[in-house]
């Protein structure tokens, strides 16, 4: 290859670069220099570099196919340390001052790639090679190629550092979206500006104009660029118009809801301070016109993928919109047209072309030699074009030196984001290519990308379509005269007896690997995509789907409509996971709630565990405590020997009010509530419909109509929705109300045989034992005045209260707790205390109640009430759930003190065998029993009220676990319940 | 998706949780001789019509109204939102 200087040697006069500024970037650790108005990919071929990466399976050397978003081929590695992005597309990379960039997927170095000996290996590695080469020795998958493929598979790589920046999301709404803001989106933005709508008018491209800022073409009086300019700056003074350039819609979705990324930093360094990198939008809207335009096509031929070797019209931007010859010798292949156009607007800027067109009546030049009938066979250039081979009309070959090579095999409309609600697009024969024919709600396409190629046909349409979408009956703007040139184009899509023609470059999917594919049986174009991933790399096959669908047209003997098109899917282009995350990330990956006790748990130096979305003190760590046991232990004896407190105000609180509140009550959990006197708790216990357990807690009636109801932290939201569902769907006359009060009421468990006493401190009532007797429940007052509740439960087995006030007072009121009880040493303690102390009581909690258990396997199976009708009764009552050896609670311990009974292992007869068919049950909940000085659990076994006393293996084969267990009863502490009743 | 709320107009699905059909509203008369046959048809058997679908969805971040939304599970089209209770007692419950 010929070296070049590095001062921007391909540069040419005109485009829309601002040559009054240079701004410095590198390439792989190369210098050069570019302007502001450049991408990456425009900066580099204007400095000579045609090279930029190697393609994904053989290590081809690659350049740019094209000069926009669908590029397969020219993606690099952008930015270094934290920020840098592999993957990004030079052709859509605005060019900064001090970007830089590094080449990806090498070994060694960009134009001495060693894994480029996959090339030499590709009669090997074809379509399905995966599914073939890696099937035997089995063994070798994991160990040997598995990790070889990893390694020299994929693009570029990760930084493994944190994103520095942050990504935003938000929400717009419009009368109308326009997505894309070429001739057709300008003019549609235009008429709907003007009629005062509002409008939103959004671009992928930095600059908005679309094709006319790579045209020549006028528009009136003015270039296309200035008219897009002068049009841009009118909108941009209209209040109802919001223009969003750098602005890609990714996808298309229901009830005219649309996703969209702006790039608010991309093309800066760094993102200023306090902005964004990215914005995810959401858009609602009532009507979208869709002028995304059209996609010039490639036509395959023999080693058509050297760098240097683009779309016709990639070229034609870089000269006209950029200012970059690609080289002075330059090549057109190409089957219509348009390929003309690139050639004469080339030759207008002193370059040499010569046109190599299919067509045997292809129109003749005066400027450059036009080749009818002819075709490029091959190739030459082992790191870039230097030659192609052309055979003539006559048969006869000729070599053509030339180090650009442009081809066009037609433009396909961009009927991408019609497809995102499955429409399928219908087959234009006079345009070879498919349009838009089923639309999403609310959508209509405007311009190429509704099969009008011409910028006059765009225009109209532009204008057309925001009358239709908005129903305008104000006179339409005038449209200016532009050139109406017709489609002539004869469908031709790969050379003949070529096989390393290359149909998609960036998975490097060959003419031969479809034909392969075909000749294996894969007929369904689905197949022939997932077979040979034609379609599938990050570009989804924008530039290649086409070739490949005509091809398998042509070898299945069908016509390109019968073998359709596969799905379009969003989004368009490829998104940043950090977009998609927006700030939901790290500690606010999901909301926090902290307890009204949080910042006096954080003083005591608490340990928080996440329970659902609360942040809950686990245990209390005093100075000398080295394991959480140590400090678990502590709280349990302590609460048990005086007085603990435990803030219980993440338990769901459901306020259930009404003249039918205990009705309702009554049918929503299988016991009943009707005849529970005001003052009075009761333990509760709700089943699904399937009669299986759903979730158990307690309801307190404080008057006639009025009662609090308690669930599980977890199920709060579940049960509520449950009991609204109940009472809007089931019994909607019922007089009853519902609100969910958890996060008004701070409530706190004090338990103990001190717990009176602290609290006779802190209440203004009399709450001895006959004034409040276990389970009363009142509204008091406390601290001389201040509004409050009482209930007199006890989760512990202690003698213990719950307190709530209003969550406000809650800090206040932990305070004062912990003052009361100073001089009985109060003790906080956290949920693992909390989850101890209940199962040295063998209560039922989540572990229990995880939905396969019955009322009859928690052992309360008399609690269904079968006196009245309540959710769950019926199907609780089927034989499947009513067996005479069915799983039962019971209490474990083990036969040697020392030994542990962790949770998650199985009960197996002790002289019997260990296997799944000899499965006795399982254990829900283990801990170590201060108390009692040994572990404890609690589990299901077949048939277990029977079975206490028996000696029992528990074993889990994956853990190592063996240990011989005694059954016995749950209730390892104060079976007969006298402390809770003192 | 957007659900036209009968009290709050149209709001964004993100709003609401989805439960399913809305037979699920068709209780069984406990007391009838054939009730455990007709609950476990009432609990475990479910349409799954690609197609016209009446479902219900509640606004949890909303009004908390269940909504009996009829929508077509192919093409997301909502052609009716009513109240859930409305709709109850249309049917006679009370």
């Known amino acids: 290859m010929k070296q070049k200087s590095m001062t921007q040697t391909n540069r040419i006069a005109g485009g829309q670069v601002d040559r009054s500024t240079t701004l410095k970037f590198s390439f792989d650790g190369k210098q050069y220099a570019g302007h502001d108005g450049d991408t990456l990919a425009s900066a580099l071929l204007a400095n000579g570099v045609r090279l930029m990466g190697r393609s994904f399976k053989y290590h081809r050397p690659r350049g740019p196919l094209t000069a926009g978003s669908e590029e397969p081929n020219a993606l690099v590695q952008l930015r270094i340390g934290a920020r840098q992005e592999p993957n990004t597309r030079a052709t859509t990379a605005e060019l900064f001052d001090g970007l830089t960039a590094t080449s990806q997927n090498r070994l060694g170095s960009l134009s001495f790639d060693l894994l480029a000996i996959n090339d030499r290996l590709s009669n090997f590695l074809t379509a399905g090679f995966y599914y073939k080469t890696f099937m035997w020795p089995k063994a070798f998958w994991e160990k040997v190629y598995e990790p070889i493929i990893r390694n020299a598979a994929g693009l570029g790589s990760l930084s493994l550092h944190d994103d520095p920046d942050v990504y935003e999301k938000g929400f717009l709404h419009c009368d109308l979206l326009i997505i894309g803001a070429g001739p057709a989106g300008l003019m549609a933005a235009l008429t709907a500006g003007r009629s005062g709508a509002d409008v939103i008018l959004a671009d992928e491209d930095f600059r908005m104009g679309g094709r006319l800022n790579a045209e020549t073409f006028a528009i009136g009086d003015a270039s296309g660029a200035d008219w897009a300019a002068a049009t841009v700056a009118e909108l941009t003074s209209m209040p109802n118009v919001r223009l969003l350039p750098r602005t890609t819609v990714i996808g298309a979705f229901d009830h005219g809801i649309y996703g969209a990324v702006e790039r608010i930093s991309d093309h800066l360094a760094t993102p200023a301070p306090d902005k964004p990198r990215q914005i995810l939008w959401r858009i609602y809207t009532q009507k979208t016109v869709l002028a995304a335009g059209a996609i010039e096509r490639p036509i395959a031929f023999e080693n058509n993928d050297r760098p240097g070797i683009m779309t016709a019209s990639a070229l034609r931007t870089y000269a006209n919109r950029f200012g970059v010859a690609v080289d002075q010798r330059n090549a057109i292949f190409t089957n219509n047209d348009d390929g003309h156009r690139t050639a004469t607007d080339l030759h207008a800027k002193g370059v040499k072309v010569t046109v190599i067109d299919t067509r045997t009546d292809a129109p003749k030049s005066q400027d450059y030699e036009v080749l009818a009938g002819a075709q490029v066979v091959n190739t030459m250039g082992r790191l870039g074009l230097t030659f192609a081979q052309v055979r003539l009309q006559g048969g006869s070959e000729r070599t053509i030196e030339c180090s650009a090579l442009g081809t066009s095999g037609g433009w396909n409309p961009n009927v991408h984001m019609t497809c995102h609600q499955r429409g399928r697009p219908t087959w234009n024969a006079d345009l070879a290519a498919f349009v838009p024919n089923d639309l999403p709600y609310g959508m209509t396409v405007a311009g190429a990308a509704m099969g009008d190629l011409s910028t006059a046909g765009a225009l109209a349409g532009g204008a057309k379509a925001a009358q239709t979408a908005l129903g305008l009956t104000t006179p339409l703007p005038t449209i200016p005269d532009a050139e109406d040139a017709p489609v002539n184009i004869t469908p031709f899509w790969y050379v003949a007896g070529s096989n390393r023609a290359w149909v998609d470059q960036q998975n490097d999917v060959t003419v031969k690997d479809v034909k392969l594919s075909h000749q294996e049986g894969f007929r369904s174009v689905e197949h022939l995509k997932r077979y040979t991933t034609l379609g599938m790399a990050t570009d989804q096959g924008k530039t290649a789907n086409m070739g490949g669908l005509a091809i398998m047209a042509e070898l299945a003997g069908k016509t390109i409509p019968e073998v359709g098109t596969t799905i379009f899917r969003p989004p368009y282009t490829p998104v940043a996971i950090g977009a998609f995350a927006g700030r939901h990330r790290g500690q606010d990956f999901h909301p926090k709630r902290l307890t009204p006790t949080h910042n006096w748990a954080a003083e005591q130096g608490a340990v928080f565990v996440e329970v659902g979305n609360w942040m809950r003190a686990q245990w209390f760590p005093r100075a000398g405590e080295t394991t959480w046991r140590e400090s678990v232990d502590r709280e349990v004896m302590a609460t048990r020997g005086s007085v603990g407190v435990c803030d219980v105000t993440t338990l769901g609180k459901v306020d259930v009010q009404g003249a039918d509140a205990a009705t309702f009550l009554n049918k929503i959990y299988c016991n009943g509530f009707a005849k529970l006197p005001v003052g009075k708790v009761r333990y509760g216990l709700m089943l699904r419909e399937d009669g299986i357990a759903m979730d158990d807690g307690t309801a307190a009636r404080l008057a006639e109509d009025h009662f609090v109801v308690t669930t599980t932290t977890a199920n709060a939201l579940p049960v509520y929705r449950h009991m609204e569902f109940v009472r809007q769907c089931l019994v909607p006359d019922m007089d009853v109300q519902l609100i969910s009060t958890t996060e008004s009421w701070a409530q706190y468990a004090v338990a103990g045989p001190n717990a009176r006493r602290v609290l006779e401190k802190i209440v203004d009532q009399d709450i001895s034992n006959d004034a409040f007797p276990f389970m009363a429940c009142a509204d008091i007052t406390v601290c001389g005045g201040l509004r409050a509740r009482l209930f007199r439960i006890s989760f512990s087995g202690e003698l213990a209260y719950e307190i709530a006030v209003p969550t406000a007072y809650g800090d206040a009121l932990i305070r004062r707790i912990m003052q009361a009880g100073a001089e009985f040493d109060i003790t906080p303690y956290g949920t693992e205390a909390l989850g101890v102390m209940r199962i040295e009581k063998g209560h039922a909690a989540g572990n229990e109640l995880n939905g396969t258990t019955s009322a009859q396997n928690l052992g309360m199976g008399r609690m269904v009430s079968t006196k009245k009708d309540s959710i769950g009764a019926v199907l609780s009552r089927r034989e499947g759930l009513n067996t005479d050896d069915d799983l039962r609670q019971v209490g474990i311990k083990p036969v040697d003190p020392a030994d542990k009974t962790p949770a998650g292992a199985h009960l197996m007869a002790a002289d019997g065998p260990v296997d799944a068919a000899h499965d006795q049950g399982y254990v829900t909940s283990a801990c170590y029993s201060p108390t009692l000085g040994h572990h404890i659990a609690l589990a299901f076994l077949k048939d277990g009220v029977n079975r206490i006393g028996e000696q029992m293996r528990l074993v889990s084969p994956l853990t190592g676990v063996d240990v011989a267990v005694e059954i016995c009863s749950a209730h390892f502490v104060d079976p007969e319940g006298v402390r809770l009743r003192g | ?94």
């Open chain 2, 1 to 94: 998706m957007i659900i036209n709320h009968p009290l709050l107009g149209p709001r964004d699905s993100a709003e609401f949780t989805y439960m399913g059909d809305a037979r699920l509203m068709d209780r069984p008369d406990p007391d009838a001789p054939d009730a455990a046959a007709a609950f476990y048809d009432y609990a475990y058997l479910r349409d799954n019509p690609a197609g016209w679908h009446r479902e219900l969805w509640f606004h949890e971040a909303g009004d908390r109204s269940w909504l009996v939304v009829t929508r077509n599970t192919v093409t997301h089209e909502i052609s009716a939102v009513e109240l859930a209770s409305d709709v109850a007692r249309a049917q006679g419950r009370t």
